[in-house]
């Protein structure tokens, strides 16, 4: 996600106007716009200041790089929606099977 879509989402959630959070955070309301457009990049600290604008926090956090999905994601990109769609169905179905077996194994243990 990026820094506009961050300020977007805040601001939604805050119920806010663009007009609305500019006169908080002390700005125009185009200089919301061009945030939240990606126009413009604002420096963390003034992502900050917006943020808690709308009266949320932005915490963020280190995390050790993990690539193991990459692979899964980049092949399910170059599928269509119809396709990811129709494999998730799939997926849904054979997890349901599986709940199932689990539910019966269960069942018999513990008679």
């Given at each position: ?14 119920r806010?106007?663009?007009r609305e ?7 125009s ?11 413009v990049?604002?420096?963390f ?5 917006l943020?808690r604008a ?8 280190l995390?050790?790089y993990?690539?193991s999905?990459?692979?899964?994601i980049?092949?399910a ?23 199932d ?5 269960r ?5």
């Amino acid at each position: 996600m990026i820094s506009g879509d961050i300020i977007r989402e805040a601001r939604l959630r805050a119920r806010l106007t663009q007009r609305e959070l500019a006169t908080r955070a002390r700005t125009s309301q185009p200089a919301v716009a061009r945030w939240e457009s990606g126009a413009v990049v604002p420096s963390f600290e003034r992502l900050r200041e917006l943020i808690r604008a709308c009266g949320l926090e932005l915490t963020i956090g280190l995390a050790t790089y993990d690539d193991s999905y990459d692979e899964w994601i980049l092949g399910a990109l170059k599928k269509s929606p119809a396709e990811r769609l129709e494999a998730a169905a799939r997926a849904a179905e054979a997890w349901s099977g599986w709940r199932d077996r689990l539910e019966a194994a269960r069942e018999r243990a513990s008679v």
